[in-house]
């Protein structure tokens, strides 16, 4: 995806994807959740409707886990929460780990909401 020099933050991801920006990798990647309930997964996830979401059922931590086949660059990830729509649920922290694999992953940025 596109370099963070040339996206500036609350950027649309849909909008940068169309002038060619950054490019939509998630397709190429497995995705699993370490939980989740009936119709409240990996689809409703990744889908572009805002009225949809990956809803957990389980003891936390919650975690969803992006592989990619082969070794691959990510240079922006992009992640909608809205604390004002249900701050029970929303994330109040959402870290990102990279490695080669799941024993050798470090964390590289953490996100803690207002």
Known sequence: MATPSKTPPGA?????????TVREIGSQAVWSLSSCKPGFGVDQLRDDNLETYWQSDGSQPHLVNIQFRRRTTVKMLCIYADYKSDESYTPSKISVRVGNNFHNLQEIRVKLSN
Not at 12 to 20: A, F, N, S, W, Y
């Open 12 to 20: 649309d991801p849909k909008q940068l994807e169309r002038t060619g």
